[in-house]
């Protein structure tokens, strides 16, 4: 089994591959990131999941969802550099369906909403412009079990 952490690593090392993304700027759930490093940042965050068996039930299909925030330092009115680092966490995902040949990964794809998120850095009014925008990307993975063999299925 894949597995939650597994699937959050792949995930992680799509994104790192990345020329616009540094190694160190790519974490698993550490937003302290957006502190130090250079934009853009994406930080990989676990989601619901759902498992359902079918076949004849020695198979269970997990449908897990993660997402990646993807973050850049708020400068201005232009969010064209976020939008494109965006885009490509999208199209690197959707370049590898099975996260590049994870074992029991069948599909994943990626999918970015549309709304804008900020963050203002702790003490700052309110009424200051936001230290940081961000998009939140959705990614959708299907992981095949098969137990037969082992547990009530042997």
């Known amino acids: 089994m894949a597995g ?81 680092a965006r885009q490509a966490v999208v199209d690197q995902i959707n370049k590898y369906p099975t996260l590049n040949s994870t074992a029991n990964i069948t599909n994943s794809w990626a999918s970015a909403s549309d709304e804008l998120m900020y963050l203002w850095q702790k003490g700052e009014r309110t009424s200051a412009l936001p230290s940081f925008a961000g998009f939140r990307v959705t990614v959708s993975t299907v992981e095949e079990i098969g137990y037969a063999g082992s547990g009530e299925f042997a």
Do not use: C, K, M
């Open 4 to 84: 939650d952490a597994t699937i959050q690593a792949a995930i992680q090392t799509l994104i790192r591959a990345l020329a616009n993304f540094a190694d160190a700027d790519v974490t698993l759930g550490d937003f302290q990131v957006l502190g130090r490093g250079s934009d853009p940042y994406a930080i990989v965050v676990a989601g619901p999941f759902e498992a359902l068996r079918s076949g004849d039930y020695g198979q269970v299909t997990y449908a897990w969802t993660h997402y990646v925030e993807v973050w850049s330092r708020f400068t201005g009115d232009s969010l064209s550099g976020l939008v494109t």
